[in-house]
């Protein structure tokens, strides 16, 4: 990327000293003892030279670019494609249970077994489906969203040099 | 209820508050006064203890003694609050905790003003904040002030004042000194009390009846003078269709407002990673739906054993049914057993009312020195020698706003405050939730819909309240003698929150200027991968 174009040019005496590992490793996120408010400027200061500003245009192009990426692309499809079904599945059952509830008594009062009626049933289903989802919506993530997550993570960060806006 | 109960409830709780304030001057002995380490606690919680912790910022004294009376009195209408509690968590999981982590830094407003301009978005995210935290606060204290009437006999007036200016106090000594380290040992030492206690008693209950839920519920029906209908929705909810949508507008409130209360966003930055986020409200949905399905079989238990009209005699809302049924499961009044549960009961009731308003209380100071003092008395340029004194300012912001409840805590101790949960779930329901939902998931949103979202919701919820029942023109209003009521429901969430999320959408359909995509390409990288996350 032009960083690396950015530093060569800037710095050509310092050759194959010069590994543009080195400041992303050094920059790692957890190590950094960033200021515990927005004070870019010593953050800045500290930080290498190629390693773009916060809201420069190259910080900028960065996020740009891992957004229109194929990894990422993906990493958002299968957030949504599981959170946004599951949630208007989860609001629909919620509100047509309150709206029973509360216009449909008669319904819900009528009766299964021993003291149990469909109005027990639906509330312990309300607890049941949540436990469910939640079980459902962390096995997800975990198996089909955290590693590629964390790849794009670390990419982004060396790129950007781990700064925070 | 005799001296033996009032002397041992109050040695517990004495110990509760000693315990409590051990761990804030313990965790505060080197505190670093860095932003970082007073709104967020250094950042370094496991998911254990921040799920421990939420549970315990979100199961309030309502909950515990409020649900379980309603429940005793009215059956089935009781339950439909606690489902309600429980399913508006799977709102934060899905859709804000994992997200909320990666994107800001200690509050709702640094979510927005990662990708708006930074000055409008946080007065307006700071304000509804503020609101909200106030009218939980207030709800919240004069339970303290009710609950010490209710299980101290002979306490009058002036011991509930002092109840409440002594809760008030003790909370502001724990964050101010303590900051979100102190808040959160409180939360989980609360929530481990509260659990235990609600395990034992339900327990006891089912040990009553032989664990046969059947008889539980049978008994309960016969005992409450309702027969079946006890069983089933109605009692309370089903009378006339004002009524009826008024529950529906509060379950809209309920289940949409938990993801917008500023004390349940700010405790996502106590842990390190957003999956870390996501394993805390794990936990926490465990405890809040296991917590809840226990005070069903404790209201219902309630009934059975002790009789609706027995728990109506002694407190006509319910509040007391918990802390009767204690009495009897330990052996009834004089045995040593009711004595002593009874006394566990009430400390941790009031264990309870002081771990929520601490938490409250510190997310509160976070928007008014964070968002609100920031904003309005800083200068745009950033220098090191300011983070210190913001968080100087967030000490003083916990004391003026722990002052301002102790105020209205006070002249609304003798009025009915029952809504004043409800409204706080609808305001953060109405202007939180939906400019949170937008910023992170509408590629188009603008700052000028994120101005509108937030006012569009909070000035609605507020007017809508104000022209209700419950201010004036009814026999319980707060004015009884005056009659200005315009708006039938006592709850405004299902006008306001729809308002809210059309206002979002209108300001940005209206705004000239178009979204920033470089910004919004940031915030989503960051929101789904945490690149970049404080």
């Known amino acids: ?165 | 209820m005799t001296g033996d109960h009032q002397s041992l409830a109050l040695i517990l709780f004495s110990v509760f508050v000693a315990v409590t304030l051990g761990i804030t001057t313990w965790v505060s002995r080197r505190r670093h006064g860095s932003a970082e380490e007073f709104y967020a606690g250094g950042r370094l919680f496991s998911p254990l203890e921040n799920g421990f912790a939420i549970a315990g910022d979100y199961m309030s004294a309502a909950s515990f003694l409020g649900i379980s009376g309603l429940i005793a009195l009215f059956g089935y209408d009781g339950l439909l609050y606690s489902v309600g509690f429980l399913v508006a968590w799977l709102v934060v999981l899905f859709l804000v905790a994992e997200l909320v982590r990666n994107c800001g830094r200690f509050t709702l407003a640094d979510v927005l003003a990662a990708r708006m301009r930074e000055r409008p978005v946080r007065i307006a995210a700071g304000t509804a904040s503020v609101t909200v935290s106030v009218l939980y606060l207030v709800a919240q204290m004069v339970g303290a002030g009710s609950l010490v009437a209710l299980l101290l006999e002979g306490a009058g007036a002036q011991e509930r004042a002092w109840m409440v200016v002594g809760v008030g106090a003790l909370m502001v000594v724990y964050v101010a000194c303590g900051g979100m380290r102190a808040t959160t040992w409180i939360q989980i030492v609360k929530a481990v009390l509260l659990m235990g206690g609600a395990i034992a008693m339900t327990v006891l209950v089912l040990t009553r009846f032989h664990g046969d839920i059947n008889t539980l519920l049978t008994t309960a029906a016969e005992r409450s003078g309702h027969g079946r209908d006890f069983l089933a929705p109605g009692l309370k909810y089903g009378g006339g269709w004002t009524e009826r949508l008024d529950f529906i507008s509060l379950g809209l409130a309920l289940v949409l407002g938990t993801a917008g209360l500023p004390h349940i966003l700010s405790r996502f930055y106590t842990v390190p990673t957003a999956r870390a986020a996501r394993r805390s409200v794990i936990w926490s949905i465990g405890l809040i739906g296991g917590f809840y399905l226990m005070t069903i079989v404790l209201g219902f238990g309630a009934a059975a054993v002790l009789g609706s009209d027995a728990v109506r005699v002694s407190n006509s809302s319910g509040n007391t049914a918990v802390p009767l049924l204690a009495l009897d499961l330990g052996g009834g009044a004089g045995s040593t057993g009711g004595t002593v549960l009874f006394a566990v009961v009430a400390a941790v009731a009031f264990a309870t009312i002081l771990a929520v308003v601490a938490g409250i209380t510190l997310a509160s100071s976070a928007s008014v020195a964070h968002d609100l003092y920031a904003t309005l008395r800083r200068s745009r340029r950033t220098k090191p020698g300011r983070v210190h004194s913001e968080v100087t300012v967030a000490r003083v912001a916990a004391v003026a706003v722990g002052a301002v409840a102790i105020a209205l805590a006070l002249l609304a101790q003798d009025l009915n405050v029952a809504f004043l949960v409800g409204l706080a779930f609808a305001v953060a329901a109405s202007a939180n939730l939906p400019v949170l939902l937008y910023a992170l998931f509408w590629r188009r949103f603008t700052t000028k819909g994120a101005v509108w979202s937030v006012y569009g919701g909070l000035v609605p919820a507020i007017v809508l309240v104000v022209l209700s029942p419950v201010v004036s023109g009814s026999p319980t209003a707060i004015f009884p003698g005056l009659d200005f009521q315009l708006f039938p429901l006592e709850n405004p969430g299902v006008v306001s929150i729809p308002l809210g999320f059309l206002m979002g959408w209108l300001g940005t359909v209206a705004s000239s200027e178009p979204a920033d995509a470089a910004r919004h390409a940031e915030t989503e990288v960051r929101a789904l991968t945490g690149a970049g996350a404080a």
């Not at chain 1, 009528?110 to 079980?135: D, E």
């Open chain 1, 1 to 165: 990327m032009d960083k690396h174009d950015g530093r060569t040019a800037a710095e050509p005496e310092v050759g194959p000293l010069d590994d543009p590992w080195s400041d992303a490793l050094a920059l790692r996120w957890d190590e950094l003892d960033y200021p515990t408010d927005y004070g870019y400027e010593t953050h800045a200061a500290s930080a290498a030279a190629p390693v773009p500003k916060p809201r420069s245009a190259e910080h900028d192009e960065v996020y740009l670019a891992v957004q229109r990426s194929a990894a990422f692309q993906e990493v958002r499809r299968r957030y949504r494609g599981f959170v946004i079904p599951a949630t208007v599945l989860f609001l629909v059952w919620y509100l047509a249970y309150v709206i029973a509830a509360t216009a449909a008594p008669h319904l819900m009062a009528l009766h299964v077994i021993g003291a149990v009626n469909v109005a027990m049933l639906a509330g312990l289903g309300q607890f049941i489906t949540t436990f469910f989802l939640t079980w459902a919506y962390a096995r997800h993530a975990r198996l089909r969203r955290d590693n590629a997550a964390l790849d794009i993570r670390w990419e982004t960060q060396e790129l950007t040099g781990g700064n925070l806006r």
